[in-house]
């Protein structure tokens, strides 16, 4: 059985992000509808090899906002899939660098 556990806020302290070497980050700053949700993605040309992240409040930009956190995406383009309020988007994941998208 599947235990899911509820996305509060996260652990205080930085990320962990596994970056570079063929892979990159993404953060997705999503909308209060999207509290409690596990957004996902998949390689643009593999569209179900999907994996999710659950969606956590953190003090970015000198605000408390929701962000999803992919820490290790290989680069390459990548399908964000649509959840409620927020369409279905490419984005691109670069080497060694974290990819910002704003989905509010």
Known sequence: ??????????PSGPAVLDIGGGTGALL???????????????????????????????????????????????SGHWTLWGEGPCATMTIEIRDGRVTEVDWR
């Not at 059985?1 to 996260?10: K, Q, V």
């Not at 700053?29 to 993605?41: F, G, W």
């Not at 409040?57 to 956190?69: C, D, N, P, T």
């Open 28 to 74: 997705v700053i999503v909308p209060a509808a999207l509290l409690h949700t596990e957004p996902e993605v998949s390689p643009e040309e593999q569209p179900d090899a999907r994996t999710h992240t659950g969606v956590h409040e953190r003090f970015l930009h000198g605000e408390s906002l929701l962000v999803a956190l992919f820490p290790s995406l290989s």
């Open 1 to 10: 059985m599947t235990e899911i556990e509820p996305a509060g806020p996260a």
